[in-house]
């Protein structure tokens, strides 16, 4: 049992350039979500999805689009990357509801120069 | 918008001694109230968390408050520890969102 897995674990890119995270979950969770944690900020929300075939926007959805692939894998794409990015990313799993269980990945560290 | 103030943003004790760290929330719909633990290059971890209809809650060394009328809620470690040291965040929420503090550094000195 492994929890949520991110890949990858770094990147650097330069800026226009595009990549997709990936988060996977072996909890059989219904939500799934994606933040962003800078600096003196917390954690703050991307996206998210409920359950299944189901994604919302959250605090700050621009320049990110996601795709919720399955019941396990919740994928997060930044299609032009900005410096504005460079950031932390941290996916994490819900039981239920998105207030139950609460399960974060190790966090990806993206640089964009 | 709706936002989470948390405060200090460093806290630094000695050995055994007790840390507070208060929160406060915008959003009166907030009905869950979690508390995580971040240490250095992981992901946040809760530690304890709390539902609206229950005034404190207590886990071994860590305890929580919460005071739905004035928006504010805190935790509590005593008898702190040199591993306690990380990043604290609490957060708000109700239904699938959370809106979490911006996080404080406790530093528990030998």
């Known amino acids: 049992n492994a929890g949520v897995t991110q890949t990858p674990k770094f990147q650097v890119l330069k800026t226009g350039q595009s990549m997709t995270l990936q988060c996977a979950q072996d909890?059989?969770?219904?939500?799934m979500y994606w933040y962003r944690q800078d600096p003196g900020m917390g954690l703050r929300l991307i996206y998210y999805s409920a359950s299944e075939g189901t994604t919302d926007k959250g605090e700050v959805p621009n320049g990110y689009n996601v795709s919720r692939l399955n019941k396990r894998e919740f994928s997060l794409r930044l299609e032009s990357a900005a410096p504005s990015q460079t950031s932390v990313y941290f996916c994490?799993?819900?039981?239920?509801?998105?207030?139950?269980?609460?399960?974060f990945g190790p966090g990806t560290r993206l640089t964009v120069t | 918008g709706e936002n989470v103030e948390q405060h200090p943003s460093t806290l630094s004790v000695q050995e055994g001694d007790s840390a507070v760290i208060k929160c406060t929330y915008s959003d009166s719909a907030s009905n869950y109230f979690p508390w995580y633990k971040q240490e250095l290059g992981k992901g946040p971890q809760l530690i304890i968390d709390?539902?609206?209809?229950?005034g404190e809650k207590k886990d071994q060394r860590i305890a929580v408050t919460l005071n739905k009328t004035a928006k504010h809620f805190s935790l509590h470690i005593t008898e702190t520890q040199p591993e306690d040291s990380a990043v604290y965040f609490c957060a708000a929420g109700s239904s699938y969102k959370l809106i979490f503090g911006s996080g404080t550094r406790l530093l528990v000195r030998p």
């Open positions: 709390i539902r609206s209809n229950v």
């Open positions: 994490a799993s819900f039981k239920d509801r998105g207030l139950y269980e609460q399960y």
């Open positions: 909890m059989n969770h219904n939500s």
